[in-house]
Structure formats: structure tokens, C-alpha cells
């Protein structure tokens, strides 16, 4: 049972990057797929969840207008679109999978988790 992240990279402020998260050992179905960050000195934070159950989403503040979170059609995989990307982006970026669907950033219910992928906007 493993989650793998990818994608992440260095980006100039105002760029774009899509994060993949995608599962191994395990089917995603009725899970809540959260992707957290976390930034140098600070902690762990939520910014998006998806229930694959019903397609349900949800935001951080910070994340809410730029960010995207979806689903591939196996629903193997779940995508993180970040867009309008700053500098306080920067962080390494978690996904984990919570298997009993109770749709919260209380980290927790999530019991599995990815090794985490660096995104750095910078110029």
C-alpha cells in the first residue's frame, strides 16, 4: 500500500505545476484523497481534499481560485493543478489517503501517506 508523488519542480512566481498522486497495492475508491504542504520552519498544512465517493472538494484559503484538485478516469490517480503559483508556495507537498471518507484537514484520519514532492517558486 503506497502513495507516490510527482511532479513538482521550480517555478517563477505566476507559473503553473500539476502534482500527481497515484496509488499502488490499493484501489482509491471511497477514500478522501488530502494534499498538505509543508514550508521550511512551519507546519504541516491542508490544502485540498477530494472524496472519490462523490467528487467532493474542498480548499484551503490559500489555496481557493489558483488551486485544482481531480481524478483521472481509473481514479488511480488524483492531480493537484496549481496555478498563480508565489513565492509562499513554497513547501514540500504531501498526499495521503483516508480511507474512512471524513472529508476534514485533521491529519489524523489519514493513514497513508506519499514520500512528498518539492515545489519551490522562485525566480
Known amino acids: 500500500v503506497q502513495l507516490v508523488e510527482s511532479g513538482g519542480g521550480l517555478v517563477q512566481p505566476g507559473g503553473s505545476l500539476r502534482l500527481s498522486c497515484e496509488a499502488f497495492g490499493f484501489f482509491f475508491r471511497d477514500y478522501v484523497i488530502g494534499w498538505f504542504r509543508q514550508a521550511p520552519g512551519k507546519e504541516r498544512e491542508g490544502v485540498s481534499l477530494?472524496?472519490?465517493?462523490?467528487?467532493?472538494?474542498r480548499y484551503s484559503d490559500s489555496a481557493k481560485g489558483r488551486f485544482t484538485t481531480t481524478r483521472n478516469n481509473p481514479g488511480n490517480i488524483v492531480y493537484l493543478d496549481m496555478n498563480m503559483l508565489q513565492p509562499e508556495d513554497t513547501a514540500v507537498y504531501y498526499c495521503?489517503?483516508?480511507?474512512?471518507?471524513?472529508?476534514?484537514?485533521?491529519?489524523?484520519?489519514?493513514?497513508?501517506w506519499g514520500q512528498g514532492t518539492q515545489v519551490t517558486v522562485s525566480v
Open positions: 477530494l472524496s472519490l465517493s462523490d467528487n467532493s472538494v
Open positions: 495521503a489517503a483516508d480511507r474512512y471518507g471524513y472529508f476534514t484537514f485533521d491529519e489524523t484520519n489519514f493513514r497513508t
